[in-house]
T-cell receptor, first 112, second 113 residues
Framework: EAQVTQNPRYLITVTGKKLTVTCSQN?????MSWYRQDPGLGLRQIYY???????DKGDVPEGYKVSRKEKRNFPLILESPSPNQTSLYFCASSVHWDSPLHFGNGTRLTVT | DAKTTQPPSMDCAEGRAANLPCNHS???????VYWYRQIHSQGPQYIIHGLKNNETNEMASLIITEDRKSSTLILPHATLRDTAVYYCIVRVRGGTSYGKLTFGQGTILTVHP
């Protein structure tokens, strides 16, 4: 089944403890991106990747890192999480950067 | 990408058509209109997109005005499962603009029995 898989679905962590949220797609999509969703602020793009080894900042990249070493995976790294990064995170992919997006089921992160 | 404006909320009776408007008055000639929806806290789901012609698929119809400054997403026979937040986005296709994408606040559509 074609899908975008995020792990974990839920994560509670403490301030400063490095974490990685994984995102994998099995559709050979070139484009992948990360979003965070907060009440009243809608979906905001964190980072995106046009293809392997090509990444760029979205609207809210501060405090996050990404990598795209292979086409199927696009992990989101929080080197030193802070409480203001508590949010619902979505990964998405598409055939090309201007094609319809396929979203994962989300990761709900709580940083205490 | 052009900015979009949508009403914050709308209601619709089950079985009736739901017409969701979107204003994109600054849209340029090579920008497409995309619609997504998000049910509860699930990942957003692609619905439809178009450039200037009206489009229809199994989920919905998209009507774009002749001047392209606004569009309407039509769900012909709304069901309770269509209750969701609907996002209208405009994106450039081609050219030198790349993968940045901005979602607005969307319209909360509530379908009631």
């Amino acid at each position: 089944e074609a899908q975008v898989t995020q792990n974990p679905r839920y994560l509670i962590t403490v301030t400063g403890k490095k974490l990685t949220v994984t995102c994998s797609q099995n559709m050979n999509h070139e484009y992948m991106s990360w979003y965070r969703q907060d009440p009243g602020l809608g979906l905001r793009q964190i980072y995106y990747s046009m293809n392997v080894e090509v990444t760029d900042k979205g609207d809210v990249p501060e405090g996050y890192k990404v990598s795209r070493k292979e086409k199927r995976n696009f992990p989101l790294i929080l080197e030193s999480p802070s409480p203001n990064q508590t949010s619902l995170y979505f990964c998405a992919s598409s055939v090309h950067w201007d094609s319809p997006l396929h979203f994962g089921n989300g990761t709900r992160l709580t940083v205490t | 990408d052009a900015k979009t404006t949508q009403p914050p909320s709308m209601d619709c009776a089950e079985g009736r058509a739901a017409n969701l408007p979107c204003n994109h008055s600054t849209i340029s000639g090579n920008e497409y209109v995309y619609w997504y929806r998000q049910i509860h806290s699930q990942g957003p789901q692609y619905i439809i997109h178009g450039l200037k012609n009206n489009e229809t698929n199994e989920m919905a119809s998209l009507i774009i005005t002749e001047d392209r400054k606004s569009s309407t997403l039509i769900l012909p026979h709304a069901t309770l499962r269509d209750t969701a937040v609907y996002y209208c986005i405009v994106r450039v296709r081609g050219g030198t603009s790349y993968g940045k994408l901005t979602f607005g606040q969307g319209t909360i559509l509530t379908v009631h029995p």
